[in-house]
């Protein structure tokens, strides 16, 4: 795959790697790539899980009850680059819904009440392609991400709703980028591969207490990857399946030099990662939903690095079989898409591109009791590498990425499912891609980080007015 053509935002700077740095596969997942993916050769977390506010990451995942998304944003396990967080069941972001158009929330005849978004307190460093995990307390976890040097960070810090201000808490043990975040039913954090350091990826993973607000190790995943995804269980055990391996780099950029099909279950209480069944085609930068079954729903995301494929074909993982079953194909082949668990048991595909150029306004619902996809509304802007945020009443906020010109985009958008649409409603104070979006306490949605094409951003915002 050739490397992209487009100098900035990731890790490190490649000369010719693009988008967002390591690669521009990651780009267009986590972060929604401004070029056309040309990699010479590639290689490489989502939810965020994707739990509350997930990235979009490399692969994003979501679960009910368990995190998204990263950060995910609306999935249910979180992907690289994604966060996890103490989401409702069913949900991988959100509370508080809206209803009308124009983003008006109103009832009973009660006055509207305008959704907007407003500045709340900056970060201590500009980041993106970070997570983002809701803590029990209401608190949110920042770690890692990189910065405007495209370096990846080892300092992680502490969002506080109620007084509006964000706190260094203790550093990971290596700087990280594009990994993944996982809220663990003991309390912990589980942060798992991503690019290090010195521009190579990381096998290892590490544990956040926030007790003691400190990082330690916690083993290491069988291969080093990014653009993986991983997602909480039923059984609280973590799925981490796909990605991509090592980066090999000369003066012209970096390669990365393969893709995954491998899967592994880390075990919280034994402290281990196990394999498990393989995926039937290996992906990166796919999402992962866990369902109300206790299954994963596996969707999109690169098929091959050497030519830009997409896999159209959508995989389910069986928890009590540790296997994985194809189950048939999405409406079209996307990656840098959402997906987001919907209260009905649907999912919901939004967006993303074919792996080159366009992206998708299109959107399709994924039954799994009849096990398939059927076309819902579309978006009002065609986007990759959004967030995807599911709201208390039903609906998801979609909020920035890139267009199909290339343009980081300011602008959010609310579904309906119930009306099968989706409503444009205010713009953020900043056009924003590699951002995570997670859903807080008070029904708000906290916005943060990212970056507009050349600039990373310490700033985050509030989302208010979701709820009458």
């Not at 509207?112 to 976890?141: D, Q």
């Not at 796919?286 to 596996?298: C, N, R």
């Amino acid at each position: 795959m050739p490397v992209v053509e487009s100098r900035g935002a990731f890790p490190f700077r490649p000369r010719r790697l693009g988008c967002y740095g390591v690669s521009c596969l990651l780009a267009v997942v986590l972060w929604g790539c401004s070029k056309p993916l040309h990699l010479r050769t590639l290689s490489t977390g989502g939810t965020a899980s994707g739990g509350a506010g997930g990235l979009a990451g490399f692969g994003g995942t979501s679960a009910s009850g368990g995190q998204l998304g990263a950060g995910g944003s609306g999935e249910t396990s979180a992907p690289a680059g994604g966060t996890t967080g103490m989401l409702p069941a069913g949900g991988t972001t959100g509370t508080g819904g809206t209803s009308g158009t124009g983003g008006l929330v109103g009832t009973g005849g009660a006055a509207a009440m305008p959704v907007v978004f407003a500045a709340t307190g900056s970060m201590t460093v500009a980041r993106r392609a970070h997570t983002a995990t809701l803590l029990p307390n209401g608190k949110v976890l920042i770690a890692g991400g990189c910065g405007d040097d495209s370096e990846s960070l080892a300092s992680a810090e502490l969002y506080d709703p109620e007084v509006g201000t964000f706190t260094a808490t203790g550093s990971m043990t290596v700087g990280r980028c594009g990994h993944t975040a996982t809220f663990l039913p003991n309390g912990k954090v589980l942060i798992a591969g991503g690019e290090v350091l010195g521009r190579t990826l990381s096998p290892s993973a590490e544990l956040y207490d926030p007790a003691v607000g400190t990082f330690t190790a916690a083993g290491a995943v069988d291969a080093a990857r990014l653009g993986h995804t991983a997602t909480l269980l039923s059984n609280g055990t973590v799925l981490i399946a796909g990605g991509f391996g090592s980066i090999a780099f000369n003066d012209e950029g970096g390669s990365p030099t393969g893709v995954f099909a491998s899967a592994e279950l880390y075990d919280a209480s034994a402290g281990t990662f196990t394999a498990t069944g393989s995926l039937n085609v290996a992906r990166c930068s796919q999402t992962a939903t866990l369902l109300p079954s206790g299954k994963v729903l596996i969707v999109g995301g690169y098929d091959s690095l050497s030519s830009n494929d997409v896999a159209a074909s959508v995989e389910l993982y069986d928890p009590s079989a540790r296997s994985f079953t194809v189950i048939g194909a999405t409406t079209a082949a996307r990656v840098g898409l959402k997906a987001t668990l919907l209260p009905s048991g649907k999912v919901l595909i939004a967006g993303g591109s074919d792996g080159i150029s366009p992206r998708f306004a299109s959107a399709e619902l994924y039954d799994p009791t009849s096990g398939t996809f059927a076309a819902t509304g579309s978006m009002t802007v065609a986007r990759s590498g959004h967030t995807a945020t599911l709201l208390p009443s039903g609906k998801v906020l979609t909020a920035g990425g890139s267009s199909n010109d290339r343009a980081t985009l300011p602008s959010a958008e609310l579904y309906d499912p119930a009306a099968e649409t989706f409503a444009a409603i205010d713009n953020m104070t900043a056009a924003r891609s590699g951002h995570t979006a997670t859903l807080l306490p008070t029904g708000t949605v906290l916005i943060v980080g990212g970056w507009n094409g050349t600039t990373t951003f310490a700033s985050a915002e509030l989302c208010h007015g979701l709820d009458p």
